[in-house]
């Protein structure tokens, strides 16, 4: 079939674990590039008060289209990122860019950004993000960091004192995908976060499964007894919102909510927060 055509027969003969090194590979040396020019992008998903019905925070998600690669997915991206160490030149280019748009706002609204565990292994990265926020003027807290739950996996105690040292700045803390990680709850004892963010996999399931429903219930109590907040990712529909609504939580994250949105998009929701899916939808 590929007779007579080298190249398409070439990569069709590649193992599959060579081709993923391979790919890897070009996604490491694009990434560096993009690094170097700056392309990395953000988009903000906004964050709604459940109760209230106020817009209270957002999360800033890191983008980047390559022109030969396409649109490169966050998860690849950052594992290739923290794989090769350049997760700090672009958890840096991620922080400065969140700063200059918390500086430009003039809404009081919680920016969260997500960092990686390998971050915290840096031992400038307190330093760098007090010098962020002082060289943007941004209160730290506007500034919440998301972590996972691996965090702690590797020097627990080192990157504890890390995220202790931001929270004493005044920087919000929070704890992201929580219900994945194999000890999730070993970790609220650990650290007090400001926030606990129920991953989407739960959330996905409360309108169909009871069980489901009884376990998020159950992490928005104890976690109201740890006196932390609670936000659900992943919410997708009226539903899962009014179920969310009966159980107590305090913040919904979502498509249903609204979609990850550019700077510009999100600007003008702020202005006109009437269109909102959530309120035509409901
Ligand atoms: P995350 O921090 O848990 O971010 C939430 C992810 O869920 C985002 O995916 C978002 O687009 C998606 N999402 C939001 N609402 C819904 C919904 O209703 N349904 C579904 N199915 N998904 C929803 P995204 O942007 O692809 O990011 C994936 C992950 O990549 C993030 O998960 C985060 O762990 C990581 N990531 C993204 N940006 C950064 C960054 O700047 N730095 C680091 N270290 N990691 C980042
Ligand atoms: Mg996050
Ligand atoms: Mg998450
Ligand atoms: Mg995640």
Redesign the pocket.
Known sequence: QAKGNGRGRAIRFIPAMAERAHSRHRIEQALRLALQKHDIT??Y?PQRHIQSGHLVGV?????WFDPQLGQV???LF?EVAEETGL?HE??LQ?LQQACQYLADWKVDMTLS????PV?LGNPAIVAQIHDTLMQYDVPPHRLEL?I?ENVLLGDSQGALEKLQQLRDMGVKIAL??FGTGYSSLAYLRRFPFDKI?I??SFV?EIVNEPSARTIVGAIIDMARALDMDVVA????NTESLHILRELGCDIA????IF??MTAQEFSRTLVRPVLSRTDRNS
Request: charged share 30%; glycine share 8%; hydrophobic share 35%.
């Open positions: 953000l988009m998903q999360e800033a998600l890191a983008r997915s966050p998860a950052v997760i672009l958890g991620v950004v997500n960092i990686s971050q998301e996972t992201d995908d963010k991953d989407r996905r990712e992943g919410v997708e994250q979502g498509f249903h979609p990850p």
